[in-house]
């Protein structure tokens, strides 16, 4: 294999060519190797190995007569290589090219790797026990839980691990009928048992309800018994279910996500199946969102010549990556909430639960058990909950590149050619065409321990630096860790025995990561918090080091620009709360501030096998209306009208109005109810008793009150209707007879809008039908015509007054 990399070398070594790296130019010599290319200069080396290269373009001569290589490498290390001539620099872009594509993960750089000098540490393939680990956190001393097989040949879910735990209640052959109702047969399985009261992390992917909201009786089952693992029996040995306070299904998805996913036969849960639970929606964007806000951070931090190569701090804000950051934690704050403070269970799920279910899982887990901000724990918490349950790291990392990243511009035959195949090239890269499956997932992971490290500075046992060693060797191939995307996967290759660990190279390097602040003794502080960490979501701030800048320049630069949006998730509340009988009490409370749809939350534009639709909001700086500033993302002039903008605009505006079309449907209905109810006579209620599912209002009011009464009626609730529309009652003389009643068309038998079984039911009676009116159940006094009832007929619909004058005040 090595033989044949080398056979694709054309040249191994180029002199006097200069690298150009932030403003400054040095010269040297280059060296390409199989896996690696070397810039070998006066003070030293610079590395790069083939698979972190990311995007070469090879550009048009200098003005000094140099051919240069444009290279961007997926650690942020963005660098010009200028060749003495022309052939040089295409047969280094051949070589690069060649070397860089390949079609199997045994090319890779972790397969003839060798450390020089030897790793002390050599037992990494072997520092995560799945038995050990859960063991540690309790399994095995309770009989809530229990280890199962059922996946021990990877045939039952091939991206789950080899040993799952399950509630001890739960038989295999449920677990077999359950893995139908989840997606890629995720079914819901522990992560992490609480040290303090037994409450858990569970994690799984979505269900297949569909369009005809299908369910699972076994999915049922196996949640209830879950959330029922740390409940208490009473003295007559019956589940006393008020002990745990909210048991949640996390949903990390926006809710528009969630809800367009039925149309792919996916979906979330239906609350009204599952007892004693409420859902949230976390409202973190997809895999393609994140992608691109990592290039538009990217764009921001590399700045541009008209501004002296500085950050563009305008640009840096419109990324949106900060935001993101804070929905995050935003998440996981609400998960540590719920299991160490309000004792209860949390299910955690997105789509196929191997990106956000990972990030918000291991996030929280952190925050909950001081063991897993260890040196070790760090180890064992990546190992289980990103490696072993599944995160796709060779596809969302691109381990194998395209050749679609390789650009050659030097042959074009002019500059305005060069420039139209750039936009071209450009427009293609960014589209996300060739690059669907990659996202910076577990960057944004270990973004957010940064972000945990800086607010807690003295609670962890590791340092930053090994933060930005995990992310560098993620995308250098250079262990074998992190190289498949699944332990299935990892079985089927069998690393251990060809690559080395990225764990030995750490732990043989112990001292070098080790963080001179860290107090272990404040995780025993009972007093303080019990070693559990409660996030800021709002106290974030851009890695500034993993980008080769300081933070001072980054962060003050951001503060100087306009204020970041707040973050205003998109969250709703799914309530289901039933009694012992059975019966229930279903609520369905939604408070959410929905982004407007536009060209990134499309549901119809951004269909993805691992979360279906974006629903992105590119929230613009306060201070600067996106339709008047004259600058663009990057920093560059636009164009007289920015059609993105305006279109979403418009899409702002369609998406309120129809909000409030369905608010004031919603109203015009209630309030025309409850008017109807209001001034009904007694005449009707008892002509209608045999299918009023209520007692008869205390508060209805005579005809003569209705029709001749000088002041507003004064009951127990406010007036459905303004004082404006009093006068035309109060135009019509009183009479002694009394007007001919007509029962309403709206009952309990034919009323499509009366879901509720006690709901109470309407009847209008406020002048004579032209149709006859039903023949009364008893026998009645014949009621005689007057004028007034007379002038009651003449009155048209127009005379009522209009459904917006209505009072909201109810």
């Known amino acids: 294999m090595a033989q044949n990399r080398l056979d694709l070398i054309k040249v191994s070594q180029v002199s006097d060519v200069q690298l150009e790296k932030n403003q400054d130019v040095i010269s040297g010599t280059l060296h390409l190797t199989d896996h690696n290319l070397i810039f070998s200069h006066s003070d030293g080396e610079l590395w790069i190995p083939y698979p972190i290269i990311h995007y070469v373009e090879r550009r048009p001569p200098s003005s000094s007569d140099l051919y240069p290589l444009y290279i961007k490498c997926r650690d942020f290390l963005i660098l010009t290589l200028s060749m003495p001539n022309d052939r040089d620099a295409q047969d280094v872009f051949d070589v690069v090219q060649k070397l860089t594509c390949i079609t199997s993960p045994e090319q890779l750089y972790a397969y003839s790797y060798q450390p020089r000098p030897p790793f002390t540490a050599k037992d990494g393939w072997k520092l995560y026990d799945p038995v050990a680990e859960f063991e540690r956190m309790g399994v095995g001393k309770h009989d809530s839980w229990r280890f199962t097989s059922i996946n021990r040949d990877y045939s039952f879910s091939p991206t789950y691990p080899r040993v799952l735990v399950v509630p001890t209640k739960i038989s295999?052959?449920?677990?077999?009928?359950?893995?139908?109702?989840?997606?890629?047969?995720?079914?819901?399985?522990?992560?992490?048992?609480?040290?303090?009261?037994?409450?858990?992390?569970?994690?799984?992917?979505?269900?297949?309800?569909?369009?005809?909201?299908?369910?699972?009786?076994?999915?049922?089952?196996?949640?209830?018994?879950?959330?029922?693992?740390?409940?208490?029996?009473?003295?007559?040995?019956?589940?006393?279910?008020?002990?745990?306070?909210?048991?949640?299904?996390?949903?990390?998805?926006?809710?528009?996500?969630?809800?367009?996913?039925?149309?792919?036969?996916?979906?979330?849960?239906?609350?009204?199946?599952?007892?004693?639970?409420?859902?949230?929606?976390?409202?973190?964007?997809?895999?393609?969102?994140?992608?691109?806000?990592?290039?538009?951070?990217?764009?921001?931090?590399?700045?541009?010549?008209?501004?002296?190569?500085?950050?563009?701090?305008?640009?840096?804000?419109?990324?949106?990556?900060?935001?993101?950051?804070?929905?995050?934690?935003?998440?996981?704050?609400?998960?540590?909430?719920?299991?160490?403070?309000?004792?209860?269970?949390?299910?955690?799920?997105?789509?196929?639960?191997?990106?956000?279910?990972?990030?918000?899982?291991?996030?929280?887990?952190?925050?909950?058990?001081?063991?897993?901000?260890?040196?070790?724990?760090?180890?064992?918490?990546?190992?289980?909950?990103?490696?072993?349950?599944?995160?796709?790291?060779?596809?969302?990392?691109?381990?194998?590149?395209?050749?679609?990243?390789?650009?050659?511009?030097?042959?074009?035959?002019?500059?305005?050619?060069?420039?139209?195949?750039?936009?071209?090239?450009?427009?293609?890269?960014?589209?996300?065409?060739?690059?669907?499956?990659?996202?910076?997932?577990?960057?944004?992971?270990?973004?957010?321990?940064?972000?945990?490290?800086?607010?807690?500075?003295?609670?962890?046992?590791?340092?930053?630096?090994?933060?930005?060693?995990?992310?560098?060797?993620?995308?250098?191939?250079?262990?074998?860790?992190?190289?498949?995307?699944?332990?299935?996967?990892?079985?089927?290759?069998?690393?251990?025995?060809?690559?080395?660990?990225?764990?030995?190279?750490?732990?043989?390097?112990?001292?070098?990561?080790?963080?001179?602040?860290?107090?272990?003794?404040?995780?025993?502080?009972?007093?303080?918090?019990?070693?559990?960490?409660?996030?800021?979501?709002?106290?974030?701030?851009?890695?500034?080091?993993?980008?080769?800048?300081?933070?001072?320049?980054?962060?003050?630069?951001?503060?100087?620009?306009?204020?970041?949006?707040?973050?205003?998730?998109?969250?709703?509340?799914?309530?289901?709360?039933?009694?012992?009988?059975?019966?229930?009490?279903?609520?369905?409370?939604?408070k959410s501030d929905t982004p407007p749809l536009n060209e990134d939350n499309d549901p119809l534009r951004n269909a993805d096998t691992d979360t279906g639709y974006s629903s992105a909001q590119q929230d613009t700086p306060v201070s600067s209306d996106p339709l008047s500033d004259p600058l663009s993302a990057d920093g560059t002039p636009k164009p007289a009208i920015d059609f993105t903008e305006v279109s979403s605009r418009i899409g702002t505006m369609v998406n309120s109005f129809s909000r409030f079309t369905i608010n004031v449907g919603e109203a015009m209905y209630s309030r025309a109810r409850s008017t109807s109810e209001s001034v009904a006579p007694r005449q009707v209620e008892r002509e209608l008793g045999s299918i009023d599912r209520r007692s008869p209002s205390k508060t209805s009011s005579s005809t003569n009150e209705l029709l001749g009464a000088k002041e507003p009626m004064d009951h127990n609730h406010d007036s459905p209707l303004r004082s404006s529309s009093y006068p035309y009652f109060e135009q019509i003389k009183p009479s002694t007879a009394s007007p001919t009643l007509v029962s309403s068309p709206l009952s309990a038998a034919n009323d499509p809008l009366d879901a509720s079984p006690h709901s109470p039911v309407v009847a209008t009676s406020t002048w004579k039908s032209p149709t006859p009116p039903p023949k009364p159940i008893q026998e009645e006094r014949p009621i005689e015509k007057s004028d007034h009832a007379e002038e009651q007929q003449q009155m048209d619909l127009k005379d009522l007054p209009h459904p917006l004058w209505i009072s909201d005040s109810q």
Request: charged share 20%.
């Open 172 to 590: 295999d052959n449920v677990l077999n009928y359950a893995a139908k109702y989840r997606s890629k047969a995720r079914i819901p399985a522990l992560s992490y048992l609480h040290w303090a009261n037994r409450a858990t992390i569970t994690r799984c992917s979505q269900p297949m309800v569909g369009i005809k909201q299908a369910r699972s009786i076994q999915d049922e089952k196996l949640i209830e018994a879950i959330f029922a693992s740390n409940v208490p029996n009473g003295l007559n040995g019956q589940v006393v279910y008020g002990s745990t306070a909210a048991n949640l299904i996390i949903d990390a998805r926006p809710m528009a996500n969630a809800v367009g996913n039925v149309a792919r036969g996916a979906g979330t849960e239906n609350m009204e199946n599952y007892r004693n639970c409420k859902k949230n929606y976390m409202g973190i964007d997809n895999i393609h969102v994140m992608r691109d806000s990592l290039a538009r951070m990217c764009d921001a931090m590399q700045g541009s010549e008209s501004i002296g190569g500085g950050i563009n701090r305008f640009a840096l804000q419109r990324s949106n990556w900060l935001k993101h950051i804070s929905t995050l934690l935003d998440g996981t704050l609400v998960i540590v909430k719920s299991v160490h403070i309000f004792n209860s269970h949390v299910l955690v799920h997105c789509s196929d639960g191997w990106d956000r279910t990972a990030q918000l899982v291991s996030i929280a887990e952190l925050c909950l058990d001081p063991f897993y901000r260890t040196f070790r724990g760090f180890q064992i918490l990546i190992e289980k909950e990103w490696v072993s349950f599944g995160h796709k790291f060779a596809d969302r990392c691109g381990h194998i590149s395209n050749e679609k990243y390789f650009i050659n511009l030097a042959n074009t035959g002019g500059s305005a050619a060069a420039n139209t195949i750039k936009d071209m090239q450009n427009k293609l890269y960014k589209s996300g065409f060739h690059q669907r499956e990659t996202s910076p997932v577990f960057h944004q992971f270990l973004d957010c321990v940064f972000q945990l490290i800086k607010q807690h500075p003295a609670r962890f046992e590791f340092n930053i630096k090994l933060l930005s060693q995990l992310h560098y060797h993620v995308y250098s191939c250079q262990f074998g860790t992190f190289l498949f995307n699944c332990e299935f996967d990892r079985a089927k290759n069998q690393p251990q025995s060809k690559t080395w660990s990225i764990w030995d190279y750490f732990n043989s390097n112990l001292e070098e990561f080790k963080n001179p602040d860290y107090d272990p003794t404040l995780d025993k502080d009972i007093s303080n918090d019990g070693g559990v960490l409660l996030p800021d979501p709002k106290s974030v701030k851009y890695w500034a080091s993993l980008f080769g800048r300081s933070d001072e320049e980054v962060n003050e630069a951001a503060a100087a620009a306009a204020p970041l949006p707040t973050v205003n998730a998109v969250e709703a509340t799914e309530i289901a709360e039933s009694d012992q009988e059975g019966g229930g009490n279903h609520v369905r409370t939604i």
